[in-house]
RNA sequence: GGCGCAUUCGUCUAGCGGCUAGGACACCACCCUCUCACGGUGGGAACACGGGUUCGAUUCCCGUAUGCGUCACCA
């Protein structure tokens, strides 16, 4: 049989498999699957295959199968192409294999045509249970024991035509010669039916491995009402997929380091599942976007940039070329995703790139300082950036500006100006201010607001 | 309810018989500072409980509690 795995030839080959069910969109968790799945295959040299289980023709939609494929190619976690040469294992095309297999278990008598009384069908296919006690040995858990007399004679398909899921998956696994099963906690129970089917037919038993489930921060199972779990939901958001994939990784697993920004070689040439946790972890939003501000700080300039402009699109006025170019820093010291831009935008607080603000002059002098001399430190600091020389420079207009301010009492001369050129009381510093918006601009507002005053 | 899995700061976690129980996120304070953000420094914060085993338990064993999973002609 091709399928065993032999102990001295292929002792060492790896292969895992993902097999999603194109009933609902990639969530979070099955993300979670998909990456520990695929760091582990990366690091040992092995393969991963994608397996579409949609044998349950009503509720697999094309729709779901397009979201998870899209899902796994935005995380950039690429499957293996598969023995027969094709990218994609769907069970919906196998029907003769199962089939086969059916009929040669009902032959032996390892499974029966059941009359059914009252249910859906008159008659379905059965498995005769030994009702042994099975033992797996749990890659991240230990030694797991199940009673299986409590399981009964579980249906293992519909029809001759038609297999249910643990036939399917036991089938297909041997056919894949799959070593390594690396699935959600959530799957224990059904190992035990898995492995008597095996056994039934002869197959080889793979190593399991069922990692920790992902919560709900009330600690149930992470679901839509929830907020968002489909992996496209954080795309949309603008978080980037390195950050979901190092954050992923950190959920249920660490590199038994302090290290915590991981690419993803870097995750696969870590990764053990002996340092997989046990117990189920909690999705922590929060974390994700510190993870995501680390990432965002390693794009090169000309990325952020288009990403950020590509957030602005819908926003009008548009805001000038060379002036986004110049306050890319500062607009990406302030979000943790792409999606903080539009928030940003949204509220307000980058109306100053676009246009002259309505500035309110009650609050263009600082502290107590007289209207009178707040137009004078105004027009001073105008003054003094009309006679930078060479390049208007941060530098440049902080050398200009700084003595003045110093002498006159910084809140006096900074607040002001500051205040003329952003028209808001939060806002960067008035060097950074003048800077990205370039000299004419700069004098441009600062005599604006001078004129309030006067 | 049966069966199974789990349980260290609010959250993610380090720890694999002897530690002032470490780190990160979040939070708070201070510093930087004209404001905000960034950054820097510091702080509060945890071994679920009860029995054992042991000279000594966060660590090993057994209970209890709690949480989660699963008990489909879904996967």
Redesign the pocket.
């Known amino acids: 049989m091709k399928n065993r795995r032999d102990t001295n030839k292929r002792s060492s080959e790896v292969i895992v498999r993902f097999?999603?069910?194109p009933?609902g969109n990639l969530h979070i968790g099955g993300a979670r699957t998909a990456l520990f799945n695929y760091l582990f295959a990366k690091k040992h040299g092995g393969k991963i295959y994608l397996r579409l289980?949609?044998?349950?023709r009503e509720?697999?939609k094309p729709e779901f199968e397009r979201n998870i494929l899209d899902g796994l190619a935005w995380l950039d976690l690429a499957a293996d192409t598969l023995p027969d040469g094709k990218e994609l294992w769907r069970?919906s095309e196998r029907a003769d294999v199962y089939r086969t297999h059916l009929k040669k278990l009902v032959a032996s008598g390892a499974a029966y045509l059941s009359q059914?009384?009252?249910?859906?069908?008159?008659?379905?296919v059965r498995f005769k249970n030994p009702g042994s006690l099975i033992t797996f040995h749990?890659i991240?858990?230990?030694?797991?024991?199940?009673?299986t007399k409590?399981?009964g004679d579980?249906?293992i398909a519909?029809?001759i035509e038609?297999?249910?899921?643990?036939l399917?998956?036991v089938i297909d696994d041997a056919a894949l010669g799959i070593t390594h099963v690396i699935r959600?906690?959530?799957?224990?129970?059904?190992t035990p039916r898995q492995i008597l089917l095996q056994r039934a037919l002869g197959f080889a038993e793979p190593l399991y491995a069922?990692i920790?489930?992902i919560?709900a921060?009330?600690?149930?199972?992470l679901s839509k009402r929830h907020g968002a779990v489909a992996v496209t939901e954080y795309r949309e958001q603008g978080y980037l997929p390195e950050a979901l994939v190092n954050y992923l990784a950190?959920?249920?697993?660490?590199p038994?380091t302090?290290r915590?920004i991981f690419s993803l070689d870097e995750l696969a040439e870590q990764f053990d599942l002996k340092?997989v946790?046990?117990?189920?972890?909690?999705?922590?939003a929060?974390?994700l976007?510190?993870?995501n501000?680390e990432w965002l700080r390693t794009l090169p300039p000309d990325v952020s940039e288009r990403a950020v402009r590509s957030a602005l699109a819908t926003e009008t006025p548009r805001i000038k070329e060379d002036v986004l170019a110049r306050a890319l820093p500062?607009i990406l010291?302030?979000i943790g995703k792409w999606g903080d831009v539009r928030a940003l935008a949204e509220a307000g607080e980058l109306d100053y790139l676009r246009a002259a603000p309505k500035v309110d002059p009650a609050h263009l002098p600082?502290k107590g300082e007289p209207i009178e001399s707040t137009r004078e430190h105004l027009a001073e600091a105008a003054g003094r950036l009309e006679r930078v020389a060479g390049a208007f420079s941060k530098d440049a207009i902080t050398l200009a500006l700084m003595p003045y301010?110093e002498e006159k009492g910084?809140?006096n001369v900074?607040?002001p100006?500051?205040?003329a050129l952003?028209g808001?009381?939060?806002?960067?510093?008035?060097?950074?201010l003048a800077y990205i918006l370039g000299k004419e601009e700069t004098l441009r507002r600062l005599a604006a607001a001078s004129n309030l005053l006067s």
């Open positions: 097999p999603p069910s009933t289980e949609d044998t349950d509720r697999s069970q059914e009384k009252e249910r859906e069908r008159r008659e379905v749990d991240i858990r230990g030694p797991i024991t199940f009673d409590e399981l579980f249906v519909k029809s038609e297999p249910l899921y643990h399917a998956v959600g906690e959530d799957h224990i129970s059904n069922h920790p489930l919560l921060p009330d600690r149930s199972k950190l959920l249920g697993w660490n038994g302090d915590e340092r946790q046990r117990g189920g972890a909690i999705f922590n929060e974390k976007n510190w993870i501000k500062t010291e302030r600082w301010a910084k809140g900074l607040w100006v500051r205040f952003s808001r009381e939060k806002s960067p510093d008035p060097f950074t």
